[in-house]
């Protein structure tokens, strides 16, 4: 393809990814959509889940996203996640021991707001587990 | 005369402590480079933000069913001072030139008959302002525990401030930190959070006369991404003060060390003078009493 889509990822914490890409899916809060170059404006919030990159400088990767926007100028698209991690970087044996771990903390919490921090947490990666 | 012994025990404390400012600046500058890139690293989000902000105001102005916190409301008598200072000290005039642009700001609104409410971040900004305003402080956050403040940890605090907003607590927010420019200079600076106002400079993005689609609607987005914001531009402030912060302790313990130094120099050759004096007199009783026999 002779046209590429500006591409840029950003978290609070650092800028993920800035480049030239093919294709991006962004999982809309309305519903999952492809963005391609030359696409019409659209601003839209995100649920959270699986960002995927087609044809950027490494390949395709996919990016799990929690929480943010996605906004597509005629400059290109640009996505604000609270949250971004790559998949290529997530372990599922980590990932399904953290999970056991925070069932733990819920079911240990002693007060109301230890329990709700927990099982924020416990959903959080679970959310990403079934992302995977 | 000065005391030999005295003289000698002073040169010793004063390298003592020219010793630990010496660590102290370098510890400051190995924590000053990783401040500044979080502070970096942080940036391109909220600016952005802000973008994606001045785009999605524009069609907002004035509408009725824009949300409280973008237009405010519609009172301004009570006002929440978020300041945002260090944990610690010995660093210069760091945490009181932020403390001052706060006081300068909530005299004046207390001159002007609002109510001030003070929210302190940080233990070295309430230790300044208790002295003058302690009833008005509502709440002090000490991050002390954290290595370094990351986004999950400003959450909580933008949280109870948007609660605080919605139980009509208080009609302004604005929160004060301090910029980093540069390793030596920092600028308190006074930035309104509620209201939302878009900074100026902000470019907002040439549509070429298309029109955006929104998902969902337009107050809906806004809506979610005001508390956001909040967030954003709290853990900005955060970092920037972190970075300051560092900056401000490396050049204020440069200073020291630099003092230090003079002081030791200035010690040293009254110690060699009142030595040489004594010698010198020694000299002269023996060679008088030889004289004399």
């Known amino acids: ?132 | 005369m000065p005391n030999l012994k005295e003289l000698k025990n002073r040169i010793a404390s004063v390298t003592s402590t020219q010793k630990i400012t010496k660590a102290m600046q370098l510890v400051a500058a190995a924590k000053l480079r990783r401040a500044q890139e979080h502070a970096e690293a942080a940036r391109p989000y909220a600016e952005r933000m802000d973008a994606v902000l001045a785009n999605l105001s524009q069609g907002m102005v004035g509408n009725p069913g824009a949300p409280k916190l973008f237009q405010g409301t519609g009172s301004d008598q009570t006002h929440l001072l978020i300041v945002a200072t260090a944990e610690r000290g010995l660093c210069g005039g760091f945490n009181t030139s932020i403390a001052k642009l706060a006081r300068q700001h909530a005299d004046q609104l207390i001159a002007s008959g609002k109510t001030v409410k003070i929210l302190c971040i940080g233990r070295k900004g309430y230790d300044v302002l208790k002295r003058l305003y302690e009833p008005q402080i509502v709440e002090t956050i000490t991050l002390g525990h954290l290595k370094s403040v990351s986004f999950a940890d400003v959450q909580p605090i933008s949280k109870k401030v948007l609660d605080w907003f919605d139980a009509g607590e208080f009609d302004v927010c604005s929160l004060f930190y301090s910029r980093f420019k540069n390793v030596v200079t920092q600028i308190p600076t006074q930035q309104q959070l509620i209201p939302a106002t878009v900074p100026e400079g902000v470019e907002t993005a040439n549509l070429n006369g298309a029109i955006y689609e929104y998902e969902p609607e337009e107050d809906e987005i806004l809506a979610e991404l005001l508390p956001r914001n909040m967030t954003v531009q709290i853990f900005r402030g955060l970092l920037e003060n972190a970075a300051g912060e560092q900056g401000a302790r490396m050049s204020a313990m440069d200073n020291a060390t630099r003092n230090a130094g003079e002081m030791i120099d200035d010690l040293t050759l009254v110690y060699n003078r009142t030595r040489q004096a004594i010698i010198t007199k020694e000299l002269i009783e023996i060679i008088s009493g030889a004289e004399a026999l």
């Open chain 1, 1 to 132: 393809m002779a046209e590429k889509l500006n591409f840029d990822l950003v978290s609070p914490d650092r800028l993920l990814m800035s480049e030239e890409v093919d294709m991006v899916l962004v999982p809309g809060s309305e519903g999952d959509f492809g963005v391609l170059p030359a696409h019409a404006p659209v601003m839209s919030t995100l649920k959270p889940g699986v960002l995927e990159v087609t044809g950027g400088a490494e390949g395709s990767s996919r990016i799990f996203v929690r929480g943010g926007f996605a906004e597509v100028t005629p400059q290109g698209l640009t996505v604000l996640a609270e949250e971004a991690i790559p998949l290529a970087e997530l372990d599922v044996a980590k990932l399904d021991q953290s999970i056991q771990d925070a069932e733990e903390d819920v079911a240990d919490a002693k007060d109301d707001q230890t329990r709700d921090a927990a099982q924020l947490t416990l959903d959080h990666l679970r959310q990403i587990r079934e992302s995977l």
